[in-house]
């Protein structure tokens, strides 16, 4: 019955060139504890979708569910009409963490290029895309720095330069702002919203910021634990660029909160 469900969503995808990524009945255990519960949703070509829920409720799990790095322990991931057990361009999916994982023996440069070492492309056209990906991020004057002479945006905005190299369709993103201080933040916000709009790329995140939330995404997941389940799928229909101290933005924000 499922694997007739999935072969039907694969067909749509194809059909319809909506949804990037299904996730149907999945479900996960970690030895006696049950993390997901049937959990299945779709992410739309081009959207930011935000996972959103307390700690516990299997947020960062999914993520890694949906990324390839954990197997359910039932039901299926189908990524761009394609299985994920069987899904074979990876390098379409990029993953940013919460720790921006810079190595501080490699300059700013070297770490953005780390992901390109064990391609095909020549040094030149490596050292192309570098360049690309820190001038989107507006980095470009400090390609020769060292991570300890950045600060914590300028070392996510690294970071985030680091998953654009590879030029992916589909980008992850786990709380990767949460160590920010907010005015830093809120540039990070605006960020990832000027290059996702510029790029199309599709992005799924991890956040417990309702605000957060409420500011990047055009729909929410919000998560309930114990087991982690689906409690309710919210548009977000307010139109970008939303400020937080805006009436509408702040009263989304406040409806939200009373769902968490």
């Keep these: 019955m499922k694997q007739t469900a999935m072969t039907m969503a694969a067909r749509d995808w194809q059909d319809a060139a909506v949804e990037i990524i ?3 009945g999945v479900s996960k255990h970690f030895g006696k504890l049950q993390v997901l519960d049937d959990i299945s949703l779709a992410v739309r070509e081009g959207e930011i979708l935000a996972l959103l829920g307390a700690s516990g409720c299997g947020k ?35 993953y940013m963490f919460q720790e921006d994982r810079l190595l501080p023996w490699r300059s700013v440069r070297q770490n953005v290029g780390f992901g390109l070492e064990n391609t095909r492309l020549s040094r030149a056209e490596r050292a192309e895309k570098v360049d690309a990906a820190l001038r989107l991020v507006g980095l470009h004057d400090f390609r020769n720095s060292w991570p300890h002479q950045l600060s914590g945006g300028m070392r996510s905005r690294v970071a985030l330069a680091r998953s654009l190299v ?43 910021d309702v605000e ?40 989304q924000s406040r409806l939200l909160r009373l769902e968490v």
Excluded at 224 to 240: D, V
């Design 22 to 24: 299904r996730a149907e």
């Design 60 to 94: 960062s799990t999914l993520l890694n569910i949906l990324s390839g790095l954990l197997t359910p322990d039932a039901g299926e991931v189908v990524i761009q009409g394609q299985s994920a057990a069987r899904f074979e361009h990876w390098e379409k999916v990029a």
């Design 166 to 208: 590879v030029e992916p369709e589909i980008l992850l993103m786990d709380e990767p702002f949460s160590k920010l201080d907010p005015q830093t933040r809120g540039v990070m916000h605006n960020e990832l919203l000027r290059i996702q709009q510029l790029k199309g790329v599709t992005v799924v995140m991890v956040t417990h």
């Design 212 to 251: 957060e939330a409420v500011v990047l995404a055009d729909r929410v997941v919000l998560l309930k634990p114990n087991p982690g389940r689906i409690h309710k799928i919210i548009e977000m229909s307010l139109p970008h660029p939303r400020v937080p101290t805006e009436r509408a933005v702040a009263e």
